[in-house]
């Protein structure tokens, strides 16, 4: 598979699993598994699906498979072609997906959907199934680390939280912002970058504020991964005696990684907030390019087919 088609399939998947505020189909992040045992994936779905849900498989480098669709009513089942043995666990407002006899061929990711609105298809979150030779199942909770922000002069505040030491390696960060009222409210993707290192894992995600309007405001900072969640919040000045359990928080900077795809190392002072500023606009910028290229590469093979044909 080219990597045009690659990249046109990528973004493809993005946003058919994107799901809005209104209509959410939760799953859990990841489940690993021996072989020869039995997984159940869950999805729980909300009371405006209509009639069925639909259970989907994705490989690496292969396109959407359709698994099988069942009834939210009775829960009868109706499997595509090669997914015969795939069974579905019926329960109040969770389809959940049962595969027997696990194989290393069924590692892949599994979403759930459901039509909406009449033409609208939603997607779940997705979950990741890993299948693994080991005589047991095997997973190791992340150890998150806390980073209190950095004030510059640039005008813009960073605060970073870093995920380490995990397996499997999928997890997800969210964070919040403790409103006037007292309410934590979710913070836009927009102002967090997150970058992974893969040997060793390391996922660090990275909120940017502004520094006038943040002033000693209470961030949170959630990951979500396999098996549970930890949190930490931050602000300005805080003890970090007052940290969550099973996460720690440092005064400074992320320490030196060698091998991080971005290093983050030294003391707040030797970290301009401007960098990540201008590496998270560069990132969006060179997405929206490889984007742009790929469609430009389409267009321009479809015009030369064209003229060929009217040669």
Not at 86 to 110: G, Q, T
Not at 243 to 258: F, H, L, M, Q, R
């Amino acid at each position: 598979m080219s990597l045009q088609i690659q990249l046109c399939l990528l973004f493809l998947i993005q946003h058919l699993c994107r799901v809005d505020a209104n209509v959410k189909l939760q799953q859990k992040i990841s489940s690993t598994k021996s072989k020869d045992k039995t997984v159940v994936i869950d999805c729980h779905f909300p009371s405006n699906c209509n009639r069925y849900i639909h259970w989907y498989q994705l490989k690496e480098g292969q396109t959407l498979k359709r698994i099988l669709y069942s009834s939210i009513a009775d829960g009868s089942t109706y499997n595509d072609v090669g997914f015969e043995s795939f069974k579905v666990d019926n329960k109040h407002e969770n389809l959940a997906l049962k595969i027997p006899e696990l194989k290393k061929e069924h590692s892949a990711m599994y979403y759930c959907a459901c039509w909406v609105s009449g033409r609208i298809k939603r997607f779940g979150t997705g979950t990741r199934l890993i299948v693994t030779d080991q005589g047991k199942d095997t997973t190791k909770s992340p150890t998150l680390t806390a980073y209190l922000p950095t004030t510059k002069e640039s005008g813009k505040q960073t605060r970073i939280c870093q995920a380490t030491d995990m397996f499997p390696d999928l997890v997800k960060f969210n964070w919040k912002k403790k409103s006037n009222t007292g309410d934590w409210t979710d913070v836009s993707e927009d102002n967090v970058v997150e970058q992974r290192n893969v040997d060793p894992v390391i996922v660090t995600s990275i909120l940017i504020v502004d520094q006038y309007t943040a002033g000693e405001d209470l961030y949170q900072c959630t990951l979500t991964y396999e098996g549970g969640m930890k949190q930490k919040t931050l602000q300005n000045d805080k003890d970090p005696a007052n940290n969550n359990e099973g996460a720690t928080v440092k005064p400074t900077c992320s320490p030196d990684n060698k091998t991080s795809t971005i290093q983050i190392s030294g003391s707040s002072d030797q970290i301009p907030s401007l960098y990540l500023f201008v590496y998270a606009y560069g990132v969006m910028l060179m997405k929206n390019g490889v984007y742009f290229c790929a469609v430009l590469i389409v267009l321009l093979k479809r015009k030369v087919g064209n003229k060929k044909e009217s040669a």
